[in-house]
């Protein structure tokens, strides 16, 4: 079974970057599919980007052309770079993993592990 660490959260003003990172123990990453969620006070958890067990990757709207999704199985973690960041990307910010598939996972419940939120918070 696999456990997941995410970290790399902060403080940041608007226009600048963070990575995310979620590392994965137990388990090789690169036999699961990854996803990162987020949840801001009060909203629905809304899925962020994803990678499937082929590499195929999945973007919010809300993010693409900001945030870019990569594996790096040698340090078996998933990172999420943050660029041009908004205040309205602030939210808890969580990884998850789901058994391996060549789809792309955008919901929650598809997703059968989680790891603990790292709080990214944007200032105006």
């Known amino acids: 079974e696999v456990q997941l660490q995410a970290s790399g959260g902060g403080l940041v003003q608007a226009g600048g970057s963070l990575r995310l990172s979620c590392a994965a123990s137990g388990s090789n990453i690169d036999d699961y599919a990854i996803g990162w969620f987020r949840q801001a006070p009060g909203k629905e958890r809304e899925g962020v980007s994803c990678?499937?067990?082929?590499?195929?990757?999945y973007y919010a709207d809300s993010v693409k052309g900001r945030f870019t999704i990569s594996s790096v199985n040698a340090k078996n973690t998933v990172y999420l770079q943050m660029n041009s960041l908004k205040p309205e990307d602030t939210a808890v910010y969580l990884c998850?993993?789901?058994?391996?598939?060549?789809?792309?996972?955008?919901?929650?419940?598809?997703?059968?592990?989680w790891g603990q939120g790292t709080l990214v918070t944007v200032s105006s």
């Open positions: 998850a993993a789901a058994p391996p598939t060549r789809l792309v996972l955008t919901h929650p419940w598809e997703y059968d592990y």
């Open positions: 990678i499937s067990s082929d590499g195929s990757t």
